[in-house]
């Protein structure tokens, strides 16, 4: 570690001071140059974009550091409150067309690469997207960050810094094969790495029991395994208001001790590999979304994340108050991103008893009112649940601390419902067993004062169902807290087109305020906006054309319907419904009925968990179908389908703008919110969807009539589980006889026999827990209902404008308001111009 030669805090002249840089064009293009030629040592007749981009990254990093410093002088000045948000995943895509926006310099930096000869987008296509996450709980991690520096608002961001990414998708002959994502592979100009805050990580060995002078029993973990973290800092400005929050990410370090036994056994090769193992725990990224698998890695990671982040967050405090906890609780509150921090409640607990000195009692007074958990999902796959044999074996001073909380707890619930033994196992903490396991979802409840949902209906749900005897305990503890998403990367940047519209009729206070977005109502009645907004939505289509041109080689023409559906490959989502749906539209053109037809472009993409398999057929599917339907001439002016391989954040920013309808079809009840949802609406694309998750409030604020609503309700879908008939159901409805005819018929598998087979059991079988069938014929109505409204343009033009006007309450800054209203009761902070 770097020691300190001097002490900096001597008022000498100050070695910190600078003048302030400036935001110009000549400035940046002045800076541009002294890094390209001085720092990163290339000349004219360099022709590699990667230097270029450096020189012009680390132009706008220098900007963004200097308001970085400002913005934690300001925080220390005014002693504030912090919240932690701890999340195994921030998907935080790119980061120079942010840094651009949020700073205030796109126009500037333009002008100053233009004036050099150099295109700025290309520059921006050049970086590679950070992929540090599956998909919605990461996404939404990362708009959270930015709607809390927008808003002033003390937040750090604590997670990863995975070495290799989510896996990049390829598609071949039409099945997904995954190849690893070495994002780092060219650098990461956005981090900056801070060694002087490493922290060492203890696995395995044993607790042990002491008395001290006092004759005061207390615990100690010894015996263990070391390893290092070492945070990366990643900053995260606000829009145009000089605060700059941080993005902590840990990484997994070798201390430099030998195992000595080891050594002295003579394996010395032994023991310098076991380095190497300690460096994997921060090497990759889970892609498993939605259903835990329980690998000893992933409790390591899991673990890391927590004690790395408890232990910087704690070495701060005890910086300025000693081993006076007494105000602790006060001035910090964590937010566990899902289950997967969770392990911080026991860890919080050991650092304040074993390594701080204070009792069970007032560790878990603090403990228990500093956490706070956020639940993404109700699919009982998806719960994490440890093996206890695990815990012992990995974190046995952590599993001591757990059974004593579970046994507190107990107790309290004795008291709450007299000799209800059964009560009692159903909430336990361990559950028993032949193998017992650690249920991290209740673990979380119990360690916290407040859990939410992520929409309305989806906290509904909890309260009654998953967490119902939770909810009766506590109910004070259960809010709901409705997702949203960032403005500034989903309509400001990504829409600039939009963007110019917008703010020339209402001005540019939309982009901070999206409630104001309310002050278009009245422009879906001016024939004019109609006009300059159709102009831009169909530039935006011309360009997701060429991306899917380019990336597909499939022509989607703009002047069809772009009918999209993007999010990862899950059942439960149902694309299966919506390529059933395709393959319906293929009969039809095939038996002539496209009278007053809305030709289509069908565009599908996300990423299968490797491991799923009915996931990665429904890829082959879609595929497959898609190979047979662009092949046949009688299609040409009716029908293009399209599966986008590698869907990522930077892709969305092309798709999202570009989208005509948004596939909102999830089966009732299993969708938690939803973000992608208000992508689309926020880029004034209308919504086909069920009555689930967050589309249930899109509509709310929508309105019906600017809404396609098809499908059962989550009540509904329950009460048919016990009656469901599929079969019946194919019988009865021509149109889906016909398509699982052509299915079974092997029409769209000629040479590759029986591949499709568990997709059409899946659709026949009456315990299908997604009732494809069910919903298939209401979902083909709807999409019947879409091609009448695409027809009449001015009507679909006047729903596009609503939907855009509408989606105020959608953005994560509305969210981050009501976080902190009711959970973190932060103050937002100004840092100072100077
Ligand atoms: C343990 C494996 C694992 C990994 C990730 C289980 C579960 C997850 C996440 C909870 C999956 C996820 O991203 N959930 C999504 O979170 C979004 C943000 O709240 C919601 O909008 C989506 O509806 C929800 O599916």
Not at 98 to 108: F, I, P, R, S, W
Not at 650 to 660: F, Y
Request: with cysteine.
């Amino acid at each position: 570690m770097p020691t300190r030669l001097l002490c900096l805090s001597e008022p000498k002249p100050s070695i910190t001071k600078l003048p302030p840089l400036g935001m110009e064009a000549r400035d940046i293009s002045s800076d541009f140059r002294r890094y390209y030629v001085r720092t990163l040592g290339r000349d004219k007749h360099c022709r590699s974009t990667h230097y270029v981009y450096n020189a012009l990254s680390l132009t706008l990093r220098d900007r963004l550091m200097e308001r970085w410093q400002a913005t934690y002088y300001a925080y220390d000045a005014a002693k504030s409150r912090f919240t932690y948000y701890l999340s195994m995943e921030f998907l935080i895509g790119r980061s120079l067309g942010n840094a651009m926006l949020n700073l205030g310099v796109q126009n500037a930096a333009e002008k100053a690469m233009y004036d050099l000869g150099i295109h700025l987008e290309e520059l921006v296509e050049h970086e590679n997207d950070a992929g540090l996450g599956n998909g919605g709980l990461g996404r939404l991690a990362a708009c959270f960050l930015d709607s809390c520096a927008t808003l002033g608002l003390p937040v750090m961001g604590y997670g990863m810094h995975y070495e290799y990414g989510m896996f990049r998708q390829h598609i071949e002959n039409g099945h997904q094969v995954e190849e690893p994502d070495h994002w780092l592979r060219n650098g990461h100009p956005w981090e900056i790495v801070r060694p002087e805050y490493t922290q060492r990580i203890q696995y395995g060995g044993r607790t042990e029991f002491y008395k001290d002078d006092a004759g005061v029993t207390h615990a100690r973990w010894v015996d263990t395994h070391d390893v290092l973290a070492v945070p990366c800092d990643i900053p995260v400005p606000g829009f145009e208001n000089g605060t700059v929050n941080t993005l902590r990410l840990w990484k997994a370090a070798a201390t430099d001790e030998f195992d000595l036994e080891e050594f002295n056994a003579g394996d010395y090769t032994r023991s310098v590999a076991d380095k190497n193992s300690a460096e994997n725990i921060s090497m990759v990224l889970y892609p498993n979304d939605a259903s835990e698998n329980g690998k000893e890695l992933r409790l390591k990671q899991q673990y890391f994340l927590a004690s790395a982040s408890l232990k910087d967050v704690i070495r701060h405090w005890v910086s300025h108050h000693g081993n006076d906890f007494s105000q602790f609780a006060a001035q910090n509150c964590f937010q566990l991103n899902d289950t997967h921090p969770t392990i911080a409640i026991p860890e919080l607990m050991r650092l304040l008893m074993d390594e701080h000195g204070k009792g069970w009692t007032e560790a878990w007074k603090i403990t228990s009112s500093t956490m706070a958990y956020t639940n993404h999902t109700l699919l009982p796959e998806a719960l994490e649940r440890w093996p206890v044999r695990l815990f012992q074996q990995l974190l046995p001073r952590l599993l001591d601390i757990i059974y004593e909380i579970n046994a507190r707890f107990l107790g309290e619930v004795s008291k709450h419902w007299p000799g209800d033994t059964g009560r009692l196992k159903a909430v336990s903490i361990i559950e028993e067993g032949p193998a017992p396991q650690v249920r991290m979802a209740y673990l979380a409840i119990v360690g916290s004062f407040s859990v939410n949902g992520v929409a309305e209906l989806h906290s509904q749900l909890l309260k009654e169902g998953l967490f119902h005897d939770f909810y009766s305990i506590w109910p004070q503890k259960f809010n709901n807290k409705t997702n949203g998403v960032t403005p500034r990367r989903w309509v400001a940047w990504c829409n600039p087109g939009m963007t110019e519209l917008i703010s020339s009729e209402i001005g540019h206070g939309w982009i901070t305020d999206l409630s104001q977005l309310s002050q278009l109502k009245p422009l879906a009645e001016n024939a004019e906006f109609r006009r300059r907004w159709h102009e831009v939505k169909q530039e935006n289509k011309a360009r997701l054309s060429k991306l899917v041109s380019l990336e597909c080689n499939v022509i989607f023409d703009p002047s069809f319907m772009f009918d999209v559906q993007v999010k990862r490959i899950h059942e439960y989502k149902r694309q299966l419904l919506n390529i059933l749906h395709v393959i319906h539209l293929y009969d039809r053109i095939k038996r002539g009925d496209t009278a007053n037809w809305t030709p289509r472009c069908v565009l599908f993409g996300g990423k299968a968990a490797p491991g799923y398999a009915m996931a990665k057929r429904t890829i082959k599917l879609i595929n497959n179908v898609a190979k047979v339907v662009n092949e046949d001439p009688a299609t040409q002016d009716f029908l293009r389908v399209a599966f986008l391989p590698n869907y990522r954040v930077s892709a969305m920013e092309v798709i999202a703008p570009g989208t005509d309808l948004s596939e909102q079809i999830s089966t009732a009840g299993k969708e938690a919110s939803g973000t992608g949802n208000m992508k689309f609406m926020m880029n004034g694309a209308i919504t086909i969807g069920t009555l689930d998750g967050a589309n249930i409030e899109i509509r709310e604020e929508v309105g019906p009539d600017n809404f396609i609503l098809f499908g059962l309700t989550a009540p509904q879908v329950e009460a048919m589980r016990s009656h469901y008939n599929p079969n019946e159901i194919i019988a009865k409805d021509e149109n889906l006889g016909r398509v699982l005819s052509l299915l079974e018929s092997g029409f769209f598998n000629q040479f590759e026999p029986q591949i499709f087979d568990c997709i059409v059991d899946s659709i026949r079988n009456p315990h299908d827990p997604w009732m494809t069938a069910a919903d298939f014929p209401a979902y083909v109505d709807a999409q019947r209902t879409a091609s009448l409204l695409y027809h009449d343009r001015d009507r679909w033009l006047r729903m596009s404008i609503l939907n855009s006007a509408a989606s105020g309450r959608f953005s994560t800054d509305r969210t981050m308001q009501d976080y902190n209203r009711d959970i973190w009761h932060l103050t937002p902070v100004k840092p100072d111009r100077e």
